[in-house]
Each structure stands twice: as C-alpha cells, then as structure tokens.
C-alpha cells in the first residue's frame, strides 16, 4: 500500500528523519513508536507532504506520492493530524460534511445522496450524530477528535493517516475508537498508520509497530517488539517490565517508577497478627506481600496483605464461594480487593502454626487440614463420594524477595512437602486404595515480603526451597494427626 524508501527529511536547516525505510501492507494497522522529540510527527508530515523530502521516496500504491494530485491522494488517504484547519462557525455535519469533497462530481459540487448516506453512517459510528448541528467549537476536545474522525472516514480512504488518534480521549473513548477502526481495518481492509503514545494500547491493536529513536527505526516488528524489555528502557530511559495482559495474548508493560518506596527495617514477626475464632482465620501484614495463590478469591499473583481462612459447615452449598466469601470478608471489616480468601469444613482451633528462621530467613506457615476427600492424583478420574470434611489450606509467608519464577519454585516446594507429609502418615485415597498426594480443594499461599536482594529461585536446590518445603512438611503432619485424631474420638 504504502513504500517509504531511504527517507531523509525534516526541517529548512535540520534534517531530523535519517534514511527511513517501511512498507506497510493494506489492511494492516501500523503504529509508529518513539518518545518524545524522535521525529514520529516530522515522519508523518513527511509522508502526508506537508514537508518537502530531502532525499529518497515515498511511493503509494507503486507510484510516487508526489505524482498524485490533491484530488487523486484524496481520495486514497485521508489524515487525521494534530493540527486542526477547520473553520470554527462550522457544525459538526458541515466539517464532515467535507471529507466527501474529493468524491464530489460537477462543477456545483453538490452532496449526492450516496454522500449523505456516508456522512449518516460516519456519524453513527463515531457517535456524534446527536450534535451534529452544533458549532465544531462548542464541543469539547475528545468530542472534536471524533468529528475529524468522522470527516476521514467519510473520505472512504484507502489508507488512514493519525496522529495521536486518542490524544483527548478517556478510555471509553479511546477503546472506541480504535475498535472503530480495527473494525473498518477488518471489515473494508483499511490500511492504518498511526502515531501511539501509549504503548499498551499499540500493542492491543497495532499488527505491527516500528520503534522510532532519533529520526532512525531502532526496530520495526509485530507486537512482541514490546517484550523487548532493554530496547525499550534505551529509547524511552524508563525502568520496563513487560508482562502478559490475562486475558489477550498481546504484551502489556509496566512502568517503574525511580523513586524508590522508601521503606523503614521491619522485623518480620512484628509485621503481622493472627486473628483465630470458630469461624475465621484471619492473618493482617502491615504492609502488602508479593502472593501467588489459587484462593478463592484473591487468586493468582497479586499485591494483598489480607490472608484468611473461612470455617463452612461440612454440608457447604458452594455454588457462590466468591460471592460467600467476599460477603464474610465484609461482614468482618476485611476489605476484599486487598486479600486471598479461602474455606475449610475443618475446625479451625486445629489450626497448626509454625514460626521460625531458617538459614538467616524469616517464615510462618498455617495450615489446616482434613483428608477425608484425599485424592491419589495419579489414578484415572471417576464420580466421588459425597464430599466430606477434608482440605488442606497453606498459607506460607516468608520475608525475602522472589522473581515470578522464585514463587512457582515456592508453591512447587510446598506442593512436594505437602505430598511427602501424606506419603509419610499414608493417607489413602479410598476409591483406589492408593496413597493420596491431596485432597480434592486443597489451597495453597505463599506469600513474600520482597524485603532484600531478588531471589531467582525457590526450588529444593535453594535454602529458601528446603525451609518452605520442612516447615509445611512439619505443619501439614502435625495439622493431619490434628485431624485424625479429632476424628478418632
Ligand atoms: N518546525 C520545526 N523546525 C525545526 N525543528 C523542528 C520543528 N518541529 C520540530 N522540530 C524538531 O524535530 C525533532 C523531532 O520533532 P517531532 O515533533 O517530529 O518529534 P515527535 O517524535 O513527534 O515528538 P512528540 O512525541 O513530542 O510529538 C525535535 O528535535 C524538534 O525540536
């Protein structure tokens, strides 16, 4: 669609843009990237002709851009810039209205009633036909994006030219109007060239993107530019981290900023308090901990430093558990968006608690237990028995600072050490008389202060590995004979 070759460009005394080379598909969304002052707008007012080429070419469609009339370029591009040369006394429907000019035919140039047909179908799109009869400069600057919108979509262009498309938009409005245009890119094959600002939303829509960085493409690629983690703190000298968006399989970055939270030594057994009755276990830290669970609520790798365990009869409809559970939580002041939340049938008052310093590290671990749904993993799947009392809830806390990969090490050293203390009281799994290596809803925490040097690993080769995995060893065998005994009697 689009050709740009050895490009050299930019202003009377200064070149800026130093022998850029692109080609962009049609129908693909590009987004061109770069911060501040690497000469994205002065690349587009070279491609848009609004500045003279100093050296190489721009071709479109095979023929040179320049060989184009007004009227011809009109027709295939349309551009949405930052620089807005409308009259201000027009109405929203007049400034629309406009972008039919280069399909306007005869001498009057009158709108036809295809015209107007496509101005109706713009308006609608982008939303604005409820004020289309007022002044372009009563509305407010989001409003104003979206009419100029309107009036290059009404163009029906081939290839579509922004700058900063989203630059006044919330983020209702910004999501809207790039699925807009994703869906015109999808639909009618639009072709897109975009200047994005924000990297996280070019990487949910763009194809494909190229980093600019002093007038030069540093890179040009598909989304997976972002995960480029150094390129990106290069060009833009901010701390990156590029993570998975949970839903999309699209990158998402995250921002740190250089002020460091300050934050005054703790001693790790001061930071917490455990709270114990018939119907909760409660565990409040002072200050957040790095957690990876599957809790009912609160799952997953997140910020919290709210830990509890709810007490529920044995004959539990758990049909809501998160909406259960998040009740609970309010009932007792425990604000939600700030914990991991899990259930037990089992009596709380057995509750095993372990506190301790291995090798120079401080960890508490709880954990309460039944095994009467113990399940041997590893024999084939088959409808149980009736659901009895029988989970094992962990929660491990520890006051050191892991990566991502450190916590799935953690969680898989308690896992181990939780299956050795079954192994080791022979705890069967009564449909194949095999020994168990859980029960069925058994929930598993483990939380880090992030307090000292990053930790890499957390594994059965690492200190911290063998402390997770003796301690929940020793508390999951002392929380079972708990169990086991109550049941005896
Ligand atoms: N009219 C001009 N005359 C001379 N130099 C200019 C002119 N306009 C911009 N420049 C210079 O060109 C360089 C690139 O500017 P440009 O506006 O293209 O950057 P940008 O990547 O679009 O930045 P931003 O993200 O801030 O919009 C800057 O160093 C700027 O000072």
Redesign the pocket.
Known sequence: MIKIEDLVG?????T?INGVHLEIEQGEFFALL????????????LITGQLPIKKGEILLSGKPISSFSKLEKAKKVAVLSQEVHVSFDFTVEEIISLGRYPHQKGVLKQLSKKDWQVIKEVMEITKVSHYRKTQFRMISGGEKQRVLLAKALAQEPELLLLD?PTNHLDIKHTFQMLDLLKERQQSMGLTIFA?L?DLNVASLYADRMAL?HN?AFLDVGGVNTLRKEGQLKKVYEVEVNTQSHPTVPKPQLLMTPNHSLHEEPFYFKDLYKIEQNDQYIHVQFDKPLRTISNGVIGEGIQWVNHFCNFHVKKNYNCSHPKQDIRMWMEIHDIPYEQAVGMMTAVKLKDMVVIEKVIEGIAMLVIVTAGVGNAVDITTEAKKRRKTQVGTINTMVFVDANFSDGALVNGYMSATEAKVKALQELQIKDPDSNTIATGTSTDALLLALTQNGKQTPYAGSGTDVGKGIGQMVYDATLKAIRKYLERVKN
Do not use: D, Q, V
């Not at 930019?10 to 200064?14: E, L, P």
């Not at 770069?34 to 007012?45: A, D, H, I, R």
């Open positions: 930019g202003y009377a005394n200064t800026i770069g911060p501040n002052g690497s000469g994205k707008t002065t690349l587009f007012k900063e200047i600002h600019l007038g």
